[in-house]
């Protein structure tokens, strides 16, 4: 049973547009939503995260949208740099327990072509 | 240390043999996650440690599978009679709050094939 969903496994955009990466969950006692990004032979690194409180947060070129009523959320990269090529992953949190376990998705490749 | 360390960083084991893998998170960190990637799949979650609690177990595959922690800080997590499907990128994190998942450490990973 997928809990977290990540459709998409890759994405390919141009230097300087719009990255969007999307993720959608199916349990609704998910409270804590995050992105992590990852590069190959490293562990992924956290890149940003909402509460179900919110439905945007923004951190400099990320924006993370939440739809809690379509159990979705996406990540938005404006502009997207080559850099940016990596996989992402979205991952959830809930009051399972409160222990900070993460239930991640499949991840999206994303590759910034030049 | 500075990061999550986790030893070795690549093991080729032969189908049946049993596998240790290491993992030293960052000093001071309470909460110890184990994780595994295979191939094309997702971060799948293994077990938890926090502290002097029992562990979160519920996501070991199977009986096969083992972990502990030694006074609160190193990890191991152990494979017996590893299996194919047993290969996999196996990630350890730790956290200094088990109730803050943002704050999350990620180890590089070790890279487990069985043959």
């Known amino acids: 049973d997928q809990q977290v969903k990540q459709n998409s496994p890759s994405l390919s955009v141009q230097e300087g547009r719009i990255s969007i990466l999307n993720c959608d969950y199916t349990?609704?006692?998910?409270?804590?939503f995050l992105w992590y990004k990852k590069y190959p032979a490293e562990g992924p690194t956290f890149l940003i995260s909402i509460s179900s409180i919110k439905d945007k947060n923004e951190d400099g070129r990320f924006t993370v949208f939440l739809n809690k009523s379509a159990k979705h959320l996406s990540l938005h990269i404006v502009p997207s740099q080559p850099g940016d090529s990596a996989v992402y992953f979205c991952a959830a949190s809930g009051k399972m327990g409160n222990t900070g376990k993460l239930i991640f998705g499949q991840g999206t490749t994303l590759q910034v072509k030049p | 240390g500075a990061g999550v360390s986790q030893s070795p960083s690549n093991k080729v084991t032969e189908k049946g043999k049993d596998v240790e893998l290491r993992c030293d998170p960052i000093?001071?960190?309470?909460?110890l996650y184990w994780y595994r990637q295979s191939l094309g799949q997702g971060l799948e979650f293994l077990i938890y440690f926090q502290g002097n609690s029992a562990p979160d177990k519920s996501g070991l595959p199977s009986d096969r599978f083992s972990a502990e922690r030694t006074g609160g800080s190193v990890s191991t997590l152990t494979i017996q009679r590893t299996q194919q499907e047993d290969s996999a990128v196996y990630l350890c994190?730790?956290?200094?709050?088990?109730?803050?998942?943002?704050?999350?450490?990620f180890g590089s990973g070790t890279r487990l094939t069985v043959v």
């Open positions: 994190a730790s956290s200094l709050d088990a109730g803050k998942p943002y704050g999350y450490t």
């Open positions: 349990n609704s006692m998910f409270d804590y």
């Open positions: 000093s001071g960190h309470t909460a």
